[in-house]
Nanobody, 118 residues
Framework: QVQLVESGGGLVQAGESLRLSCAAS????????MGWYRQAPGKQRELVAS???????KYADSVKDRFTIFRDNAKNTVYLQMHSLRPEDTAVYYC????????????WGQGTQVTVSS
């Protein structure tokens, strides 16, 4: 059974940085495409960034040049490095895994809250 456990969320001020981590187990991590989604109150869940097993990346326009997704297959972990955070980045951030897609959705973590104060 695939398990994804996020960590690293918290409360920061606008302009600050934060790094989210997602540790995977129960799967051959290197074979999975991984992604970060977020959901703000009253809004739909949206893809923030994804990285295929071949290290192809995709970013939402709103986070390009501020967020970076990267993975460490030896640690079975995917990260989301976030810089220049804005209040509109406030949301619950979810890690997801899948196969053959830049929109992985087969497995989900429990989510981690990121709150950016102005």
């Amino acid at each position: 059974q695939v398990q994804l456990v996020e960590s690293g969320g918290g409360l920061v001020q606008a302009g600050e940085s934060l790094r989210l981590s997602c540790a995977a187990s129960g799967t051959i991590f290197s074979s999975n495409d991984m992604g970060w989604y977020r959901q703000a109150p009253g809004k739909q869940r949206e893809l923030v960034a994804s990285m295929t097993r071949d290290f192809i990346t995709k970013y939402a326009d709103s986070v390009k040049d501020r967020f970076t997704i990267f993975r460490d297959n030896a640690k079975n972990t995917v990260y989301l490095q976030m810089h220049s955070l804005r209040p509109e980045d406030t949301a619950v951030y979810y890690c997801a895994a899948g196969r053959n897609t830049l929109y992985p959705r087969d497995y989900w973590g429990q989510g981690t809250q990121v709150t950016v104060s102005s």
